[in-house]
């Protein structure tokens, strides 16, 4: 299973960047899909995740601001992130479940001015 994640890129503070990962290989449903992060020095957190049927959960500080969806024909799911803040600086990680996790390689969000 392979998760290939884009959208990441430097941007300024208030503004706005969509990621997107799309899952590949997998023969069972995709239960879960959604996106950790990790800034330096820290752990990895939930920020978003989507189940198949549509349920979101969303980390506190994110909620208002960010925005995960999915299309599950065809195994994506995107993070709409707006009112980035230089504390969303982090390397963003796609996540997706079947019976077993998998994870994405990593994009890197860059909050600054």
């Known amino acids: 299973v392979q998760l290939q994640a884009s959208g990441g890129g430097l941007v300024q503070p208030g503004g706005s960047l969509r990621l997107s990962c799309a899952v590949s290989g997998s023969d069972f449903r995709l239960n879960v899909m959604g996106w950790y992060r990790q800034a330096p020095g820290k752990e990895r957190e939930l920020v978003a995740i989507?189940?198949?049927?549509?349920?979101?959960n969303y980390a506190d500080f994110v909620k208002g601001r960010f925005t995960i969806s999915r299309e599950n024909a065809k195994n994506t799911v995107y993070l709409q992130m707006n009112s980035l803040k230089p504390d969303d600086t982090a390397v963003y990680y796609c996540?997706?479940?079947?019976?077993?996790?998998?994870w994405g390689q990593g994009t890197q969000v860059t909050v600054s001015s």
């Open positions: 989507i189940t198949s049927s549509g349920v979101t």
């Open positions: 996540y997706a479940r079947a019976f077993t996790p998998y």
